[in-house]
């Protein structure tokens, strides 16, 4: 079992642009940072490559609101309050799965099970597990 944390707001995976110019598509730039700054954290905590089928887990945890009441901010850390925010839990999966490509397995079809929960916390970050399915 492999665990790796992220620190900061999680991020999700933005859509292609389009350069009105050239008509290219490409990458946001804050896109392509935070899928840096999740390749250097996997290799700096882990770095070892799965095989096979895999299961993932995320857990996303946001930022509390400055403007939130001492009640509220305490249901939040219990998690009584959950976020129901941007970015998705689609594009929390798709970023932090995307940018472990040929890094901690050799291509994000590998992931057969995903669960992606998101939490209030004074300590924002995602936290990721990856486990390697027995007899898959």
Do not use: C, W
């Not at 392509?32 to 905590?45: F, G, P, S, W």
């Not at 996303?60 to 959950?82: C, D, H, L, N, T």
């Not at 079809?109 to 995903?114: D, M, P, Y």
């Not at 669960?115 to 898959?136: F, G, H, I, M």
């Amino acid at each position: 079992m492999i665990k790796v944390t992220i620190l900061g707001d999680p991020k999700g995976k933005g859509r292609p642009r389009m350069s009105t110019k050239s008509g290219v598509a490409y990458t946001p730039k804050d896109t392509i940072m935070y899928e840096n700054l999740v390749r250097h954290e996997y290799a700096a905590q882990r770095g070892e490559k799965l095989l096979g089928a895999i299961n993932a887990k995320i857990t996303a945890f946001y930022s509390i609101p400055k403007s939130v009441s001492k009640k509220k901010r305490q249901e939040m850390i219990e998690g009584k309050i959950r976020p129901i925010k941007k970015p998705d839990t689609d594009n929390v999966a798709k970023i932090v799965l995307d940018s472990l490509n040929k890094i901690a397995f050799d291509d994000d079809s590998q992931v057969v099970s995903l669960s992606v929960d998101k939490y209030y916390s004074d300590n924002p970050r995602v936290e990721l597990t990856l486990e390697s399915v027995q007899n898959a």
